[in-house]
């Protein structure tokens, strides 16, 4: 069935760092792509999206790229702040108009 | 435009008790989701409404759980006879179309002793 694979956290990085967590997922046809994001004590919320391949989503400074080759939405950001602190989720549409998660990567980034 | 709102926000419960949980989606969404979130795991997907019509349930849920969303508005996700396997976080989520934005609510927080 379809799947989405996130890299294990925690990631811990010091500020100003440049952030990678990779996603890869397994699913029929070409689903839209999503990452959420979780900050301590809040719910979660969409952080940016991709519909079509090669597609890429934007917000916050976080990008990622729908790449249909690799089957990957790697979740990237040049310089994360100690506000990036929370939980990331790759998740994806499928055919059957359900959202699934990735596992979630918890990030920590230190002063 | 309210968000989605869950009820109660923390339920703690003996084995055996039956249990309900209400969501209000917002308002124009007509479609309704119930996951199931436990620690350092990724939100699982329980079942979904489009309108009042429930469209698809895991194969994972037991027969001990049912959701109802009468008239297309405001859901319910029922746990009978509840173990302690049950305890986790039940996260509500709407959208008003495939392919778009979910939004989650704070999600109802189970403990079962």
């Known amino acids: 069935g379809d799947s989405v694979t996130q890299m294990e956290g925690p990631v811990t990085l010091s500020e100003e760092a440049f952030l990678t967590i990779n996603c890869t997922y397994t699913a029929t046809g070409y689903p839209s792509l999503f990452w959420y994001v979780q900050y301590p004590g809040e719910g979660l919320q969409l952080l940016l999206k991709?519909?079509?391949?090669?597609d890429k989503g934007s917000n916050k400074g976080f990008e990622a790229t729908y790449r249909k080759e690799t089957t990957s939405f790697h979740l990237e950001k040049g310089s994360v702040q100690v506000s990036d602190s929370a939980v990331y989720f790759c998740a994806l549409y499928n055919q059957g108009g359900k959202l699934i998660f990735g596992q979630g990567t918890e990030l920590s980034v230190k002063p | 435009d309210t968000g989605v709102s869950q009820n109660p926000r923390h339920k703690i419960t003996k084995r055996g008790q039956n249990v309900t949980f209400r969501c209000d989606p917002i308002?124009?969404?007509?479609?309704l989701y119930w996951y199931r979130q436990t620690l350092g795991q990724g939100p699982e997907f329980l079942t979904y409404f489009q309108n009042e019509a429930q469209l698809e349930k895991s194969r994972l849920l037991s027969d001990r759980f049912s959701a109802e969303r009468p008239k297309g508005s405001f859901s319910t996700l029922e746990i009978q006879r509840t173990e302690q396997g049950d305890s986790a976080m039940y996260l509500c989520?709407?959208?008003?179309?495939?392919?778009?934005?979910?939004?989650f609510g704070s999600g109802t927080q189970l403990s079962v002793l």
């Open positions: 989520a709407s959208t008003g179309a495939v392919n778009e934005k979910l939004f």
């Open positions: 308002s124009e969404h007509n479609r």
């Open positions: 991709a519909t079509k391949a090669d």
